[in-house]
T-cell receptor, first 111, second 112 residues
Framework: EDQVTQSPEALRLQEGESSSLNCSYT??????LFWYRQDPGKGPEFLFT???AGEEKEKERLKATLTKKESFLHITAPKPEDSATYLC????????????FGAGTRLAVHP | NAGVTQTPKFQVLKTGQSMTLQCAQD?????MSWYRQDPGMGLRLIHY???????DQGEVPNGYNVSRSTTEDFPLRLLSAAPSQTSVYFC???????????FGSGTRLTVV
């Protein structure tokens, strides 16, 4: 069964305190892993696509990495404006452009 | 560019009523999808479309209908609303060669 699990469910950081979010997945024939950011009351906003193990992508204080079983979203020296829910998703096995999402990690960065 | 536009933003229905959630995109994207988001459960796929005239079911299709007569529009119909359909609904679109979905701002639906 295709599944995406994110941990932790919630994370509280002090400004400048680096950490990582985890996304583990079980799907046959991974065709990509996607990270989104969602602010309260808004739709998810696309951040990164990773296609193969060992691949890394960076955007400002965020860096996403991918292994054969999981992905990490590393947040370096976070600021309060990084507070949001971070979602990861993978395409369904054998599916077209259908994504299965994890439940997300709620990140709160305090000054 | 407006991106993906969803209407209405908020809606309250009584059990048994029907309604249509509207979704329109102006990016000429081939793929469009509807998701619902419930606390602790993440986004779940309701229906999706890979082009005009082509639709298929996702994870949780029961109680919902869709059609796609044009590339731009992908309405979601609730046939007979139930309290279990209380949720936030998101429409999303993408190019056929990309999984980078663009999401609308959502419709918050309450069924009483």
């Amino acid at each position: 069964e295709d599944q995406v699990t994110q941990s932790p469910e919630a994370l509280r950081l002090q400004e400048g305190e680096s950490s990582s979010l985890n996304c583990s997945y079980t799907v046959s024939g991974l065709r990509g892993l996607f990270w989104y950011r969602q602010d309260p009351g808004k739709g998810p906003e696309f951040l990164f696509t990773l296609y193969s193990a060992g691949e890394e992508k960076e955007k400002e204080r965020l860096k996403a990495t991918l292994t054969k079983k999981e992905s990490f979203l590393h947040i370096t020296a976070p600021k309060p404006e990084d507070s949001a829910t971070y979602l990861c998703a993978v395409p369904f096995s054998g599916g077209y452009n259908k994504l299965i999402f994890g439940a997300g990690t709620r990140l709160a960065v305090h000054p | 560019n407006a991106g993906v536009t969803q209407t209405p933003k908020f809606q309250v229905l009584k059990t048994g009523q029907s309604m249509t959630l509207q979704c329109a995109q102006d990016m000429n994207h081939e793929y469009m999808s509807w998701y619902r988001q419930d606390p602790g459960m993440g986004l779940r796929l309701i229906h999706y479309s890979v082009g005009a005239g082509i639709t298929d079911q996702g994870e949780v299709p029961n109680g919902y209908n869709v059609s796609r007569s044009t590339t731009e529009d992908f309405p979601l119909r609730l046939l007979s609303a139930a309290p279990s359909q209380t949720s936030v609904y998101f429409c999303a679109s993408s190019r056929a060669d990309s999984y980078g979905y663009t999401f609308g701002s959502g419709t918050r639906l309450t069924v009483v």
